[in-house]
């Protein structure tokens, strides 16, 4: 069983930038793709960015491309989501996610096995 721990969450201003981690417990984690997905207040939880087991593929959604980027240290055991030009829309509970065994639907939730706990992030205007 992956634990996922999220970090670096916190209150910033619009057009500032943060860094999350996920640390996992597992070092296993080097063979699992990542993601992290994010919840805004009142609306379902949604795709942010995924990473494949040697970070050479990157995925990312709409909203967040060209502003996020996520990669990963294996050596760490630690997946990261710099963030940058952050909006008030980004705001949201921002939760990482581990995918043993890709079946084809790198968006959904029911694509991974390992959830974190959650890191808030609110962005101010």
């Known amino acids: 069983q992956v634990q996922l721990v999220e970090s670096g969450g916190g209150l910033v201003q619009a057009g500032g930038s943060l860094r999350l981690s996920c640390a996992a417990s597992?070092?296993?984690?080097?063979?699992?793709?990542m993601a992290w997905f994010r919840q805004a207040p009142g609306k379902e939880r949604e795709f942010v960015a995924r990473?494949?087991?040697?970070?050479?593929?990157?995925y990312y959604a709409s909203s967040v491309k060209g502003r996020f980027t996520i990669s990963r240290d294996n050596a760490k055991n630690t997946v990261y989501l710099q963030m940058n030009s952050l909006k008030p829309e980004d705001t949201a509970v921002y939760y990482c996610?581990?995918?043993?065994?890709?079946?084809?639907?790198?968006?959904?939730?029911?694509?991974?096995?390992?959830w974190g706990q959650g890191t808030q992030v609110i962005v101010s205007s």
């Open positions: 996610a581990a995918d043993p065994a890709y079946s084809g639907s790198y968006s959904q939730e029911y694509e991974y096995d390992y």
């Open positions: 597992e070092r296993t984690f080097s063979m699992y793709a």
């Open positions: 990473i494949n087991w040697n970070g050479l593929n990157t």
